[in-house]
């Protein structure tokens, strides 16, 4: 299949090159020359604007920073170039109102879109290890289905236009609450004297199981290795889960939601960010304990 790729940051530039891997033609397209030519030596076809990438493509791809950037490159380029009866599929991270909105103009333009963000993180996207929670119609996921197996583990149909994004921003708000308490105990364990080792062989074994002590433990030399050994760097950037958390918030206020402690969670993120760390892992914020 022929499919152009729109984004090739962190985690677009890995997903594009797994898509070449499982024998798609790749029409790929970056405002970054740097990240144009990364694509190229991945086995991309590299062009220089959105609608060339597009004008002979059967699938779009877009892995794209915030909804207004989502909304423009389909409503100013996307649409306008591509095939009639072409499926589009934004990976990207955004609100749910805009991708609703971006999906029922697609649709009215004669085009099948699914919303299809990820979770794992830049080792999944370069490691085709991804899972997408996908909000779409039936037809559309089916379209979509194959496409995404490319650069995943794991495809799941969460159900209608933005109910990718719904799933996508209530879990990543699970999971800062999970890795704020996850290196709260840790602390409060070491700080009463016990052994952080100890504490993460009693506790991954037990009730205070988790995936962010169990796979992603946030203590330097505990646990599994994670970006805590690496000085916080790789991983999930701290910057980004603010996104996501200020994503879920938005959302929640809209549906009259009670989410204190993802509002907490929020908070400690923001200030953790605002104090020049939003380029660290999501897991230093243990360094605030």
């Known amino acids: 299949m022929k499919i152009a ?7 677009g530039g890995g997903m594009a090159a797994n898509l070449v891997k499982a024998g798609h033609t790749v029409n790929a397209f970056d405002l970054s020359g740097d990240a144009r030519a990364a694509a190229a030596d991945a086995g991309c076809e590299a062009h220089d604007t959105v609608e060339s990438a597009c004008e002979s493509a059967e699938a779009v791809v877009t892995m794209l920073p915030n909804g207004e950037i989502v909304r423009s490159v389909y409503g100013d380029q996307v649409i306008a170039a591509t095939p009639k009866g072409a499926i589009f599929l934004d990976c990207s991270t955004i609100d749910v109102t805009t991708a609703k909105e971006v999906e029922a103009i697609s649709v009215g333009a004669g085009f099948e879109m699914v919303d299809a963000p990820v979770s794992g993180g830049i080792a999944a996207a370069n490691g085709g290890t991804l899972t997408f929670m996908v909000g779409g119609t039936d037809s559309a996921f089916e379209r979509a289905k194959p496409i995404l197996e490319g650069m995943g583990k ?82 999930f950037a701290t910057g980004l889960m603010l996104k996501d958390l200020r994503l879920a918030m938005e959302a929640a206020d809209k549906a009259d939601a009670a989410v204190p402690l993802g509002a907490r969670a929020a908070s400690l993120y923001e200030d953790f960010a605002g104090a020049g760390n939003g380029g660290l892992d999501f897991s230093a914020i243990i360094k605030t304990y």
């Open 154 to 235: 794991a495809v799941i149909h969460a159900g209608e236009a933005g109910a990718g994004q719904t799933a996508k921003i209530c879990n990543n708000m699970l999971l800062a609450i999970h890795m704020i308490g996850t290196a709260e105990a840790m602390k409060m364990a070491q700080k009463l004297g016990l052994d952080p080792q100890k504490f993460y062989e009693i506790s991954s074994q037990s009730s205070g199981y988790n995936w962010s002590l169990n796979a992603y433990t946030p203590l330097p030399g505990v646990g599994v290795e994670s970006p805590a050994d690496n000085d916080y760097q790789g991983g």
């Open 5 to 11: 790729f729109i984004g090739l940051g962190n985690m």
